[in-house]
Antibody
């Protein structure tokens, strides 16, 4: 059974870089049928897709003004992990961050499974 | 960017009754709609994808329908554990987007 687990600092200072790891177990990240995604959810708000990475390293990012130019997602197949970096963080980046597997299939795209999520608070 | 608008924002329904949740897209999303359920403090869980395909382990009282720009999640015979946030999502093309969610309360 595939499982994903986020890890990283729970507190980040304003203007610093947020860095998270998603560790994948029970399956290989070297999977041509799936992408690996990051999603976030500010407290009390809805879900926001941050971006995806393919096992080859190909990435897609959310062009939203709130994220544009600040996000980098990468993958390390040898460790079965993928990574998120968000630079120049502000309080608006405070959220629960989730990683998930994205299946892209004609008209049947879906995120499943998800990690349990990790709360990242931006504060001095 | 395709915008998904969910309605109602909140819904209160008695146990055993039916709940109907709506997801409207700003343009056609070609049936590429998924639904997720999220309990407080938990990660979202996939319910439905491809408009109407139930994910593994999801009971038959959850059903999805729709086409074009209008999609519906129906939960028949509501149970207490069905409370929480329901979010629709599409990804027919970049970027992937979610609706704002419907908060379902079981009376």
């Amino acid at each position: 059974q595939l499982q994903l687990q986020e890890s990283g600092p729970g507190l980040v200072k304003p203007s610093a870089t947020l860095s998270l790891i998603c560790s994948v177990s029970g399956g290989s990240i070297n999977d041509a049928n799936h992408y690996w995604a990051w999603i976030r959810q500010p407290p009390g708000k809805g879900l926001q897709w941050i971006g995806n990475v393919y096992y080859s390293g190909t990435t897609h990012y959310n062009p939203s003004p709130s994220l544009r130019g600040r996000v980098a997602i990468s993958v390390d197949s040898s460790r079965n992990q993928f990574f998120l970096q968000v630079t120049s963080v502000t309080a608006a980046d405070t959220a629960v961050y989730y990683c998930a597997r994205l299946t892209k299939d004609t008209a049947m795209d879906r995120l499943d499974p998800w990690g349990q999520g990790t709360l990242v608070t931006v504060s001095s | 960017e395709v915008v998904l608008t969910q309605s109602p924002a909140t819904l209160s329904v008695s146990p055993g009754e039916r709940a109907t949740l709506s997801c409207r897209a700003s343009e056609s999303v070609w049936n590429n709609v998924a639904w997720y359920h999220q309990r407080p403090g938990q990660a979202p869980r996939l319910l439905i994808y491809g408009t109407s395909i139930r994910a593994t382990g999801i009971p038959a009282r959850f059903s999805g329908s729709g086409s074009g720009t209008e999609y519906t999640l129906t939960i028949s015979s509501l149970q207490s554990e069905d409370s929480g946030l329901y979010s629709c999502q599409r990804y027919d093309n970049w970027p992937l987007t979610f609706g704002g969610g419907t908060k379902l309360e079981i009376k």
